[in-house]
């Protein structure tokens, strides 16, 4: 249409285009933070539960981290630096869902990859 000549060009549509882009820029970030946050959390929770449910035991991500402490710390199956990974990630993907995080350096969402590749790799 603007090349057509329907839409003249003017300092109003301008300022509509850069709020746009300004907006898709800023849900662009929140998107990719939530989802480094969403997938590290799963993946060393959803790791951490099938590890105590192997051994019978049934929780829920907010009490994941009592029980690997009594189930797999305490019996030397785990070590607490990787029991406290779970309660990390879990507050960090609250913390990102809640607004309270809005960024993450690019060697921050490294650990958490390399930490839940860790954890898979010792649950498995």
């Known amino acids: 249409m603007f090349r057509l000549g329907v839409f003249k060009p003017d300092e109003k549509a301008a300022w509509e285009l850069f709020e746009k882009a300004s907006k898709k820029f800023i849900e662009t970030k929140r998107v990719k933070l939530l989802l480094v946050a969403d997938s590290c959390c799963n993946a060393i929770i959803n790791s951490a539960m099938a590890l105590l449910m192997k051994l019978g035991i049934k929780t829920t991500p907010e009490k ?3 029980e690997i ?3 797999l710390v305490d019996r030397r199956i785990l070590d607490r630096e990787m029991a406290e990974w ?6 960090l993907r609250k913390s990102v869902e809640r607004g309270e995080i809005r960024e993450l350096t690019g060697e921050e969402i490294d650990l958490w990859i390399n930490r839940a590749d860790t954890f898979i790799s010792k649950d498995s």
């Open 64 to 66: 994941i981290y009592g």
């Open 69 to 71: 402490v009594r189930n």
């Open 86 to 91: 779970v309660e990390e990630i879990r507050r």
